[in-house]
């Protein structure tokens, strides 16, 4: 059984850190835009790891990193 999570972190000066591990390909992005929406819509930085351009077929698992906040905090 494949587990699919999403991993929140917010720090002390609010900067959100969203980690998304376990899905494949473009629906990491799908599954996080309206938790992106919610937390203000910028984002600062998109960090996607050669996973994600993977088919959802390959069974990789795969993390990807996004900053959400303001600049300059």
Same mark, same amino acid.
Not at 53 to 64: C, H, I, K, R
């Given at each position: 059984m494949r587990?699919?999570e999403?991993e929140?972190?917010?720090d002390?000066q609010?900067?959100?850190v969203?980690?998304? $591990?376990?899905?494949?390909?473009? #629906?990491c ?5 309206a938790?992106?929406? !919610?937390?203000?819509g910028? +984002?600062?930085? $998109?960090e996607?790891t050669?996973? #994600?351009?993977e088919?959802p077929?390959?069974?990789?698992e795969? !993390?990807?990193?996004?900053? +959400?906040g303001?600049?300059?905090?």
């Amino acid at each position: 059984m494949r587990v699919e999570e999403i991993e929140v972190t917010i720090d002390r000066q609010g900067q959100v850190v969203v980690a998304v $591990r376990g899905i494949k390909g473009a #629906a990491c992005l799908a599954l996080t835009k309206a938790l992106e929406q !919610a937390l203000g819509g910028q +984002i600062l930085q $998109r960090e996607m790891t050669a996973e #994600a351009l993977e088919s959802p077929s390959t069974g990789v698992e795969d !993390a990807n990193h996004l900053e +959400i906040g303001k600049p300059g905090l």
